[in-house]
């Protein structure tokens, strides 16, 4: 087959494939979506270059990575709406120190990854402590802290 | 509103809950139909052919005239085994069953090596020749009851595939589809 078609192909169908499954699907909460992130590229290696290991194929197949790449970005840059197709739109899952119940679980975030980002980033260890909590594109959660709360 | 400067899109993110959810769904049944064998290796893709016609006469009867080398067989039996859905470079089996069949004769239409390569035939046959536009391959089976010939074949090329393999001059029709 084409590289070119190989490699548009495996570029898309990951794509679709993460996001369908979501934001959160594998950003590496836990040791085993590292795990299996690495078992998944090394299938995705067989796939994209088959039994062709010649320096050629890899030089075109990362070419044609990059490009398609480079090309949707600049898609993205053009058209919003496409752009948060493909990457979604950060959503706030706390607000106020209250968890938004319904978008959280919509979103496969629960009030324990919320404290954990909390507790990383400010040592936060209360939710009433936390003034947004945003899902961010890339499935990461930012916290703002609430200032007005004294801290104990 | 909200004093923090952040681009939601709230009834997107809501049609895209929608979306996911319905692909989950769908992957659920793709997994169910996976490993049942849409894409290959399983009963919904293992197949026998089906016979279109004997040249000599319903084999399937009992005591119906042997085909050719019937060695005084009681009654001869042919079928095949086949992959219906098969994947681009990578192997596949189709099996010949023989049952109380003195010899053997399986005929490939040449056309069918455009889409296959094959690989190895076991037990390998005593002749192989070309005639007609089809490869004839030969086989002593000497007095076994029951004999298989297994042909290891590589499909070369993604696409639907049919064509009619020959064994003792029954006619089988193979159909294959071969995922890129």
């Given at each position: ?152 | ?47 026998h ?10 084999a399937h009867?009992k005591?119906?005239?042997p085909a050719?080398g019937g060695d005084g067989a009681v009654s001869e039996d042919v079928s095949i085994e ?11 089996e189709t099996v010949v069953h023989l049952r109380n069949a003195g010899s053997a004769?399986v ?15 076991f037990p ?15 086989f002593k089976t000497g007095n076994s009851h029951k004999l298989r010939i297994y042909f ?15 064994v003792n001059?029954k ?10």
């Amino acid at each position: 087959m084409n590289p070119l078609v190989r490699g548009v192909v495996i570029y898309l169908f990951l794509l679709l494939l993460f996001r369908i499954l979501g934001k959160r699907s594998l950003s590496q909460i836990t040791t085993f979506d590292f795990v299996l992130l690495l078992i998944i590229g090394e299938v995705t290696q067989q796939a994209l270059l088959g039994q062709d290991y010649s320096i050629t194929n890899a030089l075109i197949l990362i070419i044609v990575l990059m490009g398609t790449d480079l090309l949707l970005s600049k898609l993205k840059k053009r058209f919003g709406l496409l752009a948060r197709i493909i990457e979604g739109a950060p959503l706030i899952v706390v607000e106020n120190g209250k968890p938004l119940e319904m978008r959280m679980k919509k979103s496969g975030v629960d009030e324990e990854d919320v404290l954990e980002s909390a507790r990383l980033r400010f040592g936060i260890t209360r939710m009433k402590e936390i003034k947004y909590a945003i899902l961010e594109r890339d499935g990461e959660i930012s916290i703002v802290p609430d200032k007005s709360e004294p801290e104990a | 509103m909200e004093p923090i400067q952040i681009h939601e899109d709230f009834p997107l993110q809501k049609k895209a809950w929608k979306i996911q959810e319905i692909c989950w769904v769908f992957i659920v049944l793709l997994m169910a139909a996976i490993a049942l064998g849409l894409f290959g290796n399983g009963p919904l893709s293992r197949s026998h052919a089906i016979e279109e016609n004997s040249l000599a006469g319903n084999a399937h009867r009992k005591g119906a005239t042997p085909a050719t080398g019937g060695d005084g067989a009681v009654s001869e039996d042919v079928s095949i085994e086949y992959d219906r859905f098969a994947r681009n470079e990578s192997q596949t089996e189709t099996v010949v069953h023989l049952r109380n069949a003195g010899s053997a004769e399986v005929r490939i239409p040449v056309s069918f090596m455009n889409t296959f390569r094959i690989e190895r035939i076991f037990p390998p046959p005593f002749e192989s020749r070309i005639a007609n536009g089809e490869i004839i391959y030969s086989f002593k089976t000497g007095n076994s009851h029951k004999l298989r010939i297994y042909f290891f074949l590589l499909p070369r090329e993604p696409g639907r595939v049919s064509g009619y393999w020959t064994v003792n001059q029954k006619i089988f029709r193979l159909s294959q589809f071969i995922y890129p």
